[in-house]
């Protein structure tokens, strides 16, 4: 067995909604196992792990201190609040504990550093829960838009979601997926400036319930998001380049979890009597052989982390981390200009 | 033959690219005829007849005064360069033309006013040469949008547009669209404001090679649209409302001529393990039982002339000229913001 076939150990932090769908793609997960859950209630960990088909020797614990005690334990998936991830993601890799952690990461950029600085002293992996980006869709059309023929270059995108995935603010929900495929999109090359539409919906707390902006890089590009807790669900993504195009609806979420698809249009023009396309766009169809996307990203992190403890410790991989850190960037420099009256937010 | 029966007679103002396509509209169209082609040659007006496989007995005018002083001429189609429009547009109407006027139609709202008010005063009928409104597809995407229990209420709609078809600046051309679509999702409501969006590209003489905007109604509903010279071609459009969601990617000419599709969402929420939707989307295809939209378009014209003609001349419809001027005051509501640095501007 290969470093990377090892089968490593993940510990559930917190029995949230989205840990059902996690956990059933831990047990998916060839090179990956839940070897234990934990909940500030015995009975609440327990109930879990029955409702979800843990393995018979997973360990239930009432408490999250003892599981980032147990020495059997390889990974954290951590799907705690927001506000909670600076506590308990920091002693996690204090305990030599990988951090799978769910988004938004952070609440600030300057939490997120802590994390991503308490990962890298400890040597070990960091990475967000963003599963769509695992999806062999995305590769394929990543292929897409590195096709300098077919897309040319990347000129402006554009997206627009409404999960109702929780109950966050939708700049920290929608707004992270929407922010994290413009930045996919853009290489993860960050934009120079962040400006909030006008017009943002806030509840009477102050929570951000619709909100948009437009980013702005140094060569020309230009990206658009909005993100909305008050609409039908949306979520699409639309990138356009000098040479083509490409669109999909379900980014984060494929409607049908067996196969994926996007549309791409390159070199089109109008026919000769402007009465249609030529060429006419193209849909790609990605199956995913029986490995739905939060598999792949659970295999991803399993084989980064059966690296690490092969090698011995010592360097981490910190793209992932990094990719993290520009998406909790471009959020708060648009909530910062939404809070500064929509003026253009440098991002540093 | 009822009044809207009756064979409508066409005269082209110009040989412009596009009126090829509306020429061929015009030969298509049960009850409307090209009687008359003009230029300012004879032999440019001659051998656009000759192309455009015209009726042999579709006469052939060296300048625009003589085709307006024909006397066997219902309508002008006027697809002249927009700084052309106020002139020949008001002469037309003069001359108790009824007028089609190519988009965009007027540089200002002042000077569109002074054309629909002779239009008014002449008793003729006014419609710019906005086609996919005609389409049957656009019928059956507003019977989505106004199902209160399929769409719900309009929350904020989308447009990107990139087509290649004239010189004018993108506001005037692909913003022509964008905007025109946003109101037509709207229910040709207007916005209260409409804020530009920073770093619009300028070409060195001061034309608008791309920008956007967002429009933002009274009652909370949003929509931005973006429209570049500078990308490959893309047109699209997304509605999205309380209860479901409406997208294309052909709003202005459809991939095809047969059939057209778009795409609906409804009610729509991801499934118990959060692995795909339900339920999925649902595209229809609409076919155009061999009349294309620039067909509906001279077809719907020829129609309002008809009726004109058969009850004496008097009163006309509006309503295509009202959504002419809409359309013309949010461009020039855009162009205002950029103009004045990004600040919101009131549409009055």
Redesign the interface.
């Known amino acids: 067995m290969s470093p990377s076939e090892q089968t490593i150990r993940f510990g559930i932090m917190g029995c949230a909604d989205?840990a059902?769908?996690v956990s059933?793609a831990i047990n998916l997960a060839p090179n990956a196992r839940i070897a234990a859950v934990a909940s500030r209630s015995l009975e609440k960990a327990a109930a879990f792990a029955r409702a979800n088909n843990l393995p018979a020797d997973a360990k239930i614990y009432g408490s999250y201190e003892s599981l980032l005690d147990d020495p059997d334990i390889d990974v954290i998936y951590l799907p705690l609040p927001t506000t909670l991830h600076l506590k308990w993601a920091t002693l996690a890799a204090q305990k030599k504990k990988h951090v799978l952690l769910e988004k938004p990461v952070a609440v600030t950029v300057a939490e997120l550093d802590q994390i991503l600085g308490a990962c890298e002293a400890n040597g070990v992996q960091f990475m967000d829960g963003t599963m769509w980006v695992h999806h062999p869709r995305t590769a394929k059309m990543r292929e897409f838009l590195d096709d300098k023929h077919r897309?040319?270059e990347l000129?402006?995108d554009?997206i627009?979601v409404?999960?109702?995935?929780d109950s966050l603010g939708a700049l920290g929900d929608a707004g992270w997926y929407g922010v994290r495929a413009i930045l996919w999109a853009a290489g993860y090359h960050l934009p120079k400036?962040a400006?909030a539409?006008?017009?943002p919906?806030l509840s009477e707390q102050g929570v951000i319930l619709a909100c948009?902006a437009?980013l702005?890089w140094e060569d020309?590009k230009?990206a658009?998001f909005?993100c909305?807790f008050?609409?039908?669900?949306?979520m699409?993504l639309?990138a356009?380049?000098?040479?083509?195009?490409l669109?999909l609806?379900?980014f984060i979420?494929?409607?049908?979890?067996h196969e994926a698809r996007f549309?791409t249009?390159?070199?089109?023009?109008?026919n000769d009597?402007?009465?249609?396309?030529e060429p006419?766009?193209v849909t790609e169809v990605v199956g995913i052989d029986g490995v739905?996307q939060?598999v792949c990203m659970i295999g991803e992190m399993a084989r980064l982390v059966g690296e690490i403890k092969a090698s011995g410790a010592g360097k981490v991989e910190m793209e992932w981390g990094m990719r993290s850190r520009k998406t909790q960037q471009v959020l708060n420099a648009v909530k910062e200009s939404i809070e500064k009256g929509f003026v253009?937010v440098e991002i540093a």
């Open positions: 989205i059902r769908k059933r897309f040319g000129r402006t554009n627009r409404k999960p109702d995935l400036t400006v539409t006008r017009a919906v948009g437009s702005h020309g230009s658009t909005h909305s008050l609409t039908h669900m949306t699409f639309t356009i380049g000098t040479q083509g195009t669109q609806n379900d979420i494929p409607f049908e979890e549309s249009a390159s070199q089109a023009r109008f009597q402007v009465t249609g396309w006419g766009p739905p939060e253009p």
